[in-house]
């Protein structure tokens, strides 16, 4: 079995998406479960809209979902947090990845290392 399986992105990598595809996936990863294949499902990059989709079908519970999240958004606003407070209020682990900013394009890449911010916050 597999600790964790996730869908990876709301839509496929043209960008198309639709909530009966959102179900579908779900429900295919639910058998997995149910099958003893994987101990916790889980979404990436869901909002709060996308994740809907599949609470109304779903009989295994979302247990994460993971979004990039670190310091260095904390000035980017409301869409910066991903629907942070719906998923705390679900019961949906909100787990960050990339924390470091790592696909940040250069010379960025490096500011949560190295830059003026975390300078200043570990002053």
Request: hydrophobic share 35%; aromatic share 8%; with cysteine.
């Amino acid at each position: 079995y597999v600790d964790f399986l996730l869908i990876p992105s709301p839509a496929d990598n043209d960008g198309k998406g639709s909530p009966e595809m959102r179900r579908e996936e779900w429900t295919a990863m639910e058998g997995w479960a149910k099958q003893g294949k994987a101990r916790a499902l889980g979404i990436s990059h869901f909002c709060s809209k996308q994740a809907e989709d599949i609470l109304s079908i779903s009989t295994v519970p979302i247990a994460v979902n993971q979004v990039q999240y670190h310091v260095g958004m904390g000035s980017a606003g409301n869409l910066a947090t991903d629907d942070k407070a719906f998923f705390n209020e679900k019961g949906i682990l909100y787990q960050s990845f990339s924390p470091l900013c790592g696909p940040c394009d250069p010379p960025h890449n490096k500011e949560l290392i190295t830059g003026g911010l975390v300078s200043r916050i570990g002053a």
